[in-house]
């Protein structure tokens, strides 16, 4: 009895964080409806402090993080996302792939003027998709659509069946993730326990694997794709890249990045292993990544394809607006001189400066090292999300992953702070409060001014 009374004490404070987050997550996956902002703001709250608490008490435990981390996600098995409303599109993609029909070709609207149900449970799913989402074409990229069918094929005619295996796929990637980030870091000689700065957060198992956003996935083949760059198996490396970009688009943007790590590569040269001049392998990996997403395509491409996928892509810079930070202020300049939304000009505008800056990046910022090259896809990343129109919660996933290979913390704080976005929808028009937007940014913005301006320049000052 002495012993367990000893042990309890000993253990106190970590079994209550346990156990309290078991209880906060179940409450979050199965009592939570997103326009109840305060519950949801409370648990979440509450879950990230827990969050930030065990992994300052455990970090040397790295096997009982990893319990912790997988045991959380999975409270969420038998949930259906209260969050978020685009599980319902993926289910519907994939079983029209199962029926023969490719996804792209017709709007969900489409079948549903029309009179036809294709697929089983046509109308729950789309009345539960909404109206925005069922009047557009799917922009899943293929990899997606793959993930999708697999869920139409083993849970064809019940929603909860194929959740569930959305859910696993997810679940797994995070697995995988876990192996190819652990290795990375030890490789970079960086704390093991970073990584759980990402699988241990609640931002990540809510939004991957509670909402069944796929940035999981497309986070596992970039983690993988630079573990592989890094030991000197760039070929590799460039199909999994083209495995990461055919689950979603972004890493598209990361691709200049790669000129200095390969022109100036010093390590693969020690170790014999330029076969071509290094521009030669610079295209080649450009080739194979390219090749590799092409082939993914292929099997969806119709003749009205890419003005079907381009339609429904542009509509994230000329219509869509969610969250933003400088283009509402930009927006709002444009009322005040204009008298109208301007977002067609704005959108038109934006990835031109983004480009250029990925360019300044490229050409006059060190990426010679793996550290240098991850940390200028945090900064193009981080640009852009900071000029987007639309920011949801989930596309911070991937530069919280990459943070954690860097010195900034400020994506750790955003992850945080993103859940305020949330707020939009307590009201029946969800429409955003830009003061709560504000806020939202300000803490973000003062996180990111210090720790890349005002910090280095006091080291430089010191």
Not at 380 to 390: H, I, K, N, P, W
Request: with cysteine; proline share 3%; charged share 10%.
């Amino acid at each position: 009895m002495s012993i367990n009374n000893s042990f309890f004490k000993l253990y106190r404070t970590p079994l209550l964080l346990v156990l309290t987050s078991f209880l906060f997550y179940f409450s979050f996956a199965y009592d939570l409806q997103r326009r109840d902002y305060t519950k949801l703001i409370m648990l979440y709250t509450a879950l990230f402090f827990v969050f930030y608490n065990l992994i300052k008490i455990f970090k040397h435990n790295i096997h009982l993080l990893t319990w912790l981390a997988f045991g959380f996600r999975a409270v969420f098995i038998l949930a259906i996302p209260n969050l978020s409303q685009d599980f319902y599109r993926f289910i519907w993609d994939g079983r029209l792939i199962v029926e023969g029909i490719n996804p792209y070709s017709h709007t969900v609207d489409f079948f549903i003027q029309q009179g036809t149900n294709p697929i089983a449970e046509a109308l729950e799913l789309y009345n539960g998709m909404g109206t925005l989402n069922a009047g557009h074409f799917s922009n899943y990229p293929p990899i997606d659509q793959c993930c999708f069918a697999l869920a139409a094929i083993f849970s064809g005619k019940n929603i909860l069946g194929s959740v569930i295996v959305l859910r696993l796929i997810i679940i797994c990637s995070d697995l995988g993730t876990l192996y190819f980030g652990k290795k990375l870091l030890k490789k970079l000689e960086l704390p093991i326990h970073n990584i759980y700065w990402y699988l241990l957060n609640p931002f990540i198992i809510i939004e991957l694997t509670g909402n069944l956003h796929f940035e999981g996935v497309m986070v596992f083949f970039l983690i993988w794709s630079l573990y592989l760059l890094h030991t000197g198996k760039w070929i590799f490396a460039a199909l999994i890249l083209g495995l990461s970009v055919s689950v979603k688009l972004i890493p598209l943007m990361f691709l200049p990045l790669f000129y200095q790590w390969f022109i100036n590569d010093n390590s693969l040269k020690e170790k014999g292993l330029l076969a071509f001049s290094d521009i030669k392998k610079l295209i080649v990996f450009y080739v194979i990544m390219g090749i590799t997403t092409l082939l993914f395509f292929v099997p969806f491409y119709f003749s009205g394809f890419i003005n079907n996928y381009s339609q429904t892509i542009g509509l994230w810079f000329h219509q869509f607006e969610f969250n933003a930070s400088i283009y509402y202020i930009i927006r709002e300049i444009g009322y005040l001189f204009r008298g109208y939304n301007e977002i067609a000009f704005i959108g038109k505008i934006t990835p031109v400066i983004v480009t250029l800056f990925i360019l300044i990046l490229t050409f006059f910022r060190q990426s010679k090292t793996t550290t240098q090259l991850i940390t200028s896809m945090l900064f193009v990343l981080s640009f852009y999300y900071f000029t987007a129109t639309t920011v949801h919660p989930w596309y911070l996933a991937t530069l919280l992953m990459l943070s954690i290979f860097t010195k900034y913390k400020f994506p750790l704080v955003w992850s945080f702070t993103i859940i305020l976005s949330y707020l939009a929808y307590a009201n029946p028009n969800n429409v955003e409060n830009l003061w709560i937007i504000t806020l939202e940014y300000a803490i973000v913005y003062s996180i990111f001014i210090w720790e890349v301006f005002i910090k280095k320049a006091t080291k430089m000052v010191t």
